[in-house]
């Protein structure tokens, strides 16, 4: 499966998820159009009621769905086929049919969980508070901005603000490396296995320095060699260690 | 008489008060069993879909309802292409009356979903074939000319 970073990650949670409901019902194979298709028929099926909720609730001067939006976009979604006491507008919603066969659904059918684990994105530090408001966060609105009221979302951090941590990040990644070049001879704390230059320090996932492994201090030199086989001559760069 | 009917009115009343306390208590049931059920849909995924198209709500029991209502949505579409297949399998072999067919496998095609599909709202055409040029398919005169 993709990773998160990838774009088509959550179309491929999508044809996890369809290819699995398939399985249930009977299917013991399906055409990867078909199962593409379906996935995008149930993406979309996903969308629609979303947006059908925020509407409701909306037209309601809500900003949170609650059940009643929820029945009714699935009660809009329905229609196409038609559901018993549509035609009443003074139906109540709770006693709706579509909650009903819902209900029905539950209680007949076992749960199947998710196939596989879904990786998750580094968690951003700055993701919940972004959502809070001034209030909720205890903070004052800046002098500057006065004319915005505490109950909206807190500003999020500027570019200025985002660099200036990315810049402190990157200090700590830099001085990592060491600086090799001295008198025409390289020295520094390089170890040689094989054909591979194994560094004296590591890294954890995070890129975070660990503590620097002691190695034995191994000196070279990088000399000219006139002498070449067949009587011509060539300069050839030899790098010997001392 | 008064009596009477006011008798009767309070009882309808008190049997409808009745009624709807068990619709609430079978609505309370039903959205505190949706914490027990895992749908196959994952809460991650809906909650991305949802966020994506502007719902929120920050009642867990909401996103489960609704990732239950798309694997009915696609447990009855399949259902229905399941039901066309099987048709299609059962329909009486006219080339060859005596063969039977060897693999019982069902296969969800495009055919068969499309069908399904036409009977919710959805038209979903699937190309027979792709050209590598305008004049594939044709006849050797046509393409002479």
Redesign the interface.
């Known amino acids: 499966m993709e990773s998160p970073a990838n774009p088509n990650f ?1 179309g491929a ?2 044809t996890v ?2 290819s ?3 399985g ?8 990867p ?3 593409r ?2 996935s995008d ?3 979309r ?7 059908l ?2 509407a409701s ?1 909306a037209s309601h001067n809500r ?5 009643f939006d ?1 029945v009714l976009s ?1 009660e809009t979604l329905s229609s ?2 038609g559901f018993s006491g549509g035609s009443n507008p003074t139906r109540p919603l ?2 709706s049919v579509v ?1 009903k ?3 029905a ?2 209680r007949i ?1 076992d ?4 196939a596989k684990l ?1 990786l ?1 994105e580094r968690e951003r530090s700055c993701s919940l508070s972004s959502s809070m408001s001034f209030a909720q966060m205890g903070m004052e609105v800046p002098v500057a901005m006065a004319h915005v009221p505490r109950w909206l979302p807190c500003f999020p951090d500027s570019w200025e603000a985002q660099k200036e941590r990315e810049k402190e990040k990157g200090e700590e990644k830099n001085t990592v490396a060491k600086e090799v070049v001295v008198d025409g001879s390289l020295e520094g704390d390089w170890m040689e296995e094989g054909n591979k230059l194994e560094l004296g320090f590591s890294f954890d996932p995070g890129l975070n320095l660990l503590q620097k492994r002691e190695r034995q201090k191994v000196k070279f030199r990088i000399r000219l060699d006139s002498n070449s086989a067949r009587g011509k001559r060539r300069k050839n760069c030899y790098l010997a260690v001392d | 008489m008064m009596s009477g009917s006011g008798n009767s009115s309070g009882a309808a009343s008190t049997a409808g008060a009745d009624g709807r306390h068990d619709d609430d208590a079978a609505l309370t049931e039903f959205l505190s069993s949706l914490m027990d059920y895992t749908p196959t849909i994952p809460d991650e995924l809906v909650e991305h879909y949802l966020g994506r198209s502007g719902f929120n709500c920050p009642d867990l029991r909401l996103t489960r309802l609704v990732a239950v209502a798309a694997q009915k949505f696609i447990s009855d579409i399949a259902s229905d292409a399941l039901q066309h297949s099987k048709a299609r399998v059962a329909a009486p072999i006219k080339d060859n009356k005596s063969k039977q067919p060897k693999d019982k496998r069902l296969v969800l095609t495009m055919e068969d979903l499309s069908k399904a599909l036409r009977e919710y709202g959805v038209n979903l055409k699937h190309p027979e074939y792709f050209a590598d040029s305008p004049l594939t398919g044709t006849d050797p005169p046509t393409r002479e000319e």
Do not use: D
Not at chain 1, 24 to 31: A, E, I, K
Not at chain 1, 63 to 67: A, G, K, V
Not at chain 1, 111 to 114: L, Y
């Open positions: 959550h949670i999508a998820s369809v699995q409901i398939c249930s019902v009977g299917y013991t194979s399906v055409q159009s078909a199962l298709a379906f028929v149930a993406i099926y996903l969308l629609s009621i979303g947006r909720c925020a609730a900003t949170h769905c609650n059940l929820l699935l196409t086929r709770l006693e909650l066969e819902l209900m659904y539950l059918v749960g199947i969980p998710f879904i998750k």
